[in-house]
């Protein structure tokens, strides 16, 4: 079996590459505000992991919003502990690439929510435009069962905007957030290292009415 494959198809545990106990090196800093990507964070922010295709072009759309205090990058939401980026690209881990945001108290998730779904596709399953595998999924990964039914509630909201538009059902993972794994120094922040770098996030251009402005 290729190292990538670029499945579809998600890997069962028994399939899954087996990783490592230690945490792959990464950066200790974001290159944007300094603010260090492990903590420690503001007393009483909160974090949400977005999967919206290529991370590198996911992180870039949050890391200035107001009332969010730090994003990075790394690998959620499949089998594989601690994993590089080869492995991911392998379809072997079941990881998808995502943004962690950690915003501050006061901040409305439902306005991070808003810029999730209107900027990537949400319907196109294992897949981003021509970023195709599972570790392309749109994901979304919250925290307890308020958050899970916000989640929901807009997911609906946009769905119903989207097949009005034309758009087959959302495809997007919802659950609680599962362990979150950064990734590799050279991936974080990566548009603001390499401003011309590759981007290929797109939205379908549907607006998303929830979340009227974030209050920090």
């Known amino acids: 079996m290729g190292l990538f494959r670029k499945s579809s198809v998600l890997p069962g545990a028994n399939e899954a590459l087996p990783g490592r106990a230690e ?3 990464t950066a200790q800093t974001h290159f944007v505000n300094g603010h260090f990507l492990a903590g420690p964070y ?13 991370f590198w072009g996911a992180e870039r ?15 959620a939401g499949g089998v594989t502990p601690n994993p590089t980026y080869e492995e991911v690209c392998s379809g072997l881990t079941g990881h998808t690439e995502v943004v962690q945001i950690v915003y501050e108290k006061g901040v409305d998730l439902a306005d991070l929510l ?15 435009g021509n970023d195709i595998g599972t570790q392309y999924r749109s994901a979304v990964y919250v ?4 958050e899970l039914a916000l989640v929901e509630a807009t997911r609906r909201t946009y769905g119903e905007a989207l097949r ?23 991936h974080q922040q990566y548009l603001a290292k390499n401003p011309a770098g590759y981007c290929g996030l797109g939205g379908t251009g549907v607006s998303c009415a929830i979340g ?5």
């Open 212 to 216: 009227t402005g974030i209050a920090a």
């Open 114 to 128: 808003r810029v999730f779904w209107e900027n990537h596709d949400p319907t196109q399953g294992m897949r981003q």
């Open 42 to 54: 503001p007393e009483g922010s909160k974090r949400v992991l977005f999967g919206m295709g290529c």
């Open 23 to 25: 945490p792959i090196a």
């Open 143 to 146: 925290t307890g069962e308020a």
């Open 164 to 186: 009005v538009a034309g758009y087959p059902p959302i495809t997007t993972e919802i659950a609680e957030r599962p362990p979150f794994y950064f990734a590799e120094a050279y």
């Open 61 to 75: 759309k949050f890391w200035s919003l107001p009332g969010v205090y730090v994003t990075a990058v790394g690998y």
